[in-house]
């Protein structure tokens, strides 16, 4: 009996030292593991503290009933752009959009992605460029030390970028019964003479998703007023508010065609086909909830002539002020004449 005691107590004693390591180790990879995501945090601080300071908006909807992607081109020399082209070259904390752009891609801040051929944007890895390709390609003068990358400010050519390429999309969103115009990428564009002098060519230099750009949009200002240089706002709001004066070169469409092609380079029908869409957005913001007096689906309404809105509303007021004539009139009675006062006759009771 006393040995199978001590043989109990010897069991229970190697049972006890053998789960204490393991114990501890486990603690050991409790704590690796923490020391691991406190690393990864600590290098991607800078990106997630500006999105928790700044928060960015809402990602447009999936399931929208209508939507119509544009691309528009931002001219810089139009008074609605120009504020995102000056100073040229940084002054205290005043940098233009090109220089801020292209201090977080050096950084490594927000990703760039390649301007294919077709002028089509791709989002994928393999379409990820890297920034030094860009300065290589472009002729950038940069330094590199200890593989980074550094620019100097009057080697950022801010100057030549005089153009931005923009894609939007306008939709309904049947959740809240809104209409919304959202930024969904940019692309630089760069003005360059060649060696002859001849006219400046375009070179687009890679697309930016507007939302890994938003976050940091949120520090810095813009100037919206040549008159009062105090009316200032963040740049996140000039793009949310749609204060930028864009035109229309392409749109989404079946045949995967600008509009320069479609209209097979005759400039009257561009400038056409540009206001007739216009016109269309125009025509289905305003007409959001149909017309009262035509079943038109969301299609038909964006298709709506401006001259036939005018013409619908001018129906529209008649229609109310013929309305308010009857109901002012008096009501006429039996047995009276048109013209003749109404009377009423007391009998008295006897």
């Not at 989002?123 to 990820?128: L, P």
């Not at 540009?274 to 007409?287: D, V």
């Amino acid at each position: 009996m006393k040995r199978v005691l001590f043989f109990l107590m010897i069991t229970l004693m190697t049972g006890v030292v053998v789960a204490q390591p393991k114990k501890s180790r486990q603690q050991q990879t409790e704590q690796q593991g923490r020391l691991q995501g406190k690393q990864q945090s600590q290098n991607q601080g800078m990106s997630m503290r500006a999105r928790l300071m700044f928060p960015t908006a809402i990602d447009m909807p999936e399931d929208v009933v209508w939507r119509r992607d544009i691309y528009r081109e931002i001219d810089l020399n139009r008074d609605a752009n120009a504020g995102l082209y000056y100073p040229v070259e940084p002054i205290d904390r005043q940098v233009n959009l090109f220089t801020y752009i292209f201090k977080l891609a050096l950084n490594g801040y927000i990703p760039v992605y390649e301007y294919r051929l077709d002028g089509n944007e791709s989002f994928s890895d393999s379409a990820r460029v890297q920034m030094k390709t860009v300065l290589d390609n472009y002729h950038i003068y940069y330094q590199e030390k200890d593989g980074k990358l550094r620019v100097e400010n009057s080697d950022i050519p801010s100057a030549e970028v005089k153009l931005y390429y923009l894609k939007e999309s306008a939709y309904y969103n049947q959740a809240n019964s809104s209409f919304h115009r959202k930024v969904l990428s940019i692309c630089p564009v760069m003005l360059r003479e060649d060696d002859f002098g001849g006219e400046a060519s375009k070179y687009p230099l890679f697309w930016v998703k507007y939302s890994d750009l938003e976050p940091f949009l949120s520090r810095q200002t813009v100037m919206t007023s040549n008159l009062n240089n105090a009316a200032t706002m963040s740049m996140d709001d000039y793009f949310t508010l749609n204060r930028y004066d864009g035109t229309i070169y392409k749109t989404n469409n079946m045949l995967g065609k600008t509009l320069a092609q479609i209209c097979e380079g005759d400039t009257a029908k561009l400038t056409a086909e540009q206001k007739r869409i216009e016109a269309e957005l125009k025509a289905f913001e305003q007409n959001i909830f149909g017309d009262k007096h035509r079943k038109d689906s969301l299609d038909s309404i964006a298709k709506l002539d401006p001259r036939e809105l005018k013409a619908s509303k001018k129906a529209k007021n008649s229609r109310r002020s013929m309305a308010t004539v009857k109901k002012s009139k008096p009501a006429k009675t039996k047995g009276s004449s048109s013209g003749g006062t109404r009377m009423s006759v007391r009998r008295e009771r006897h």
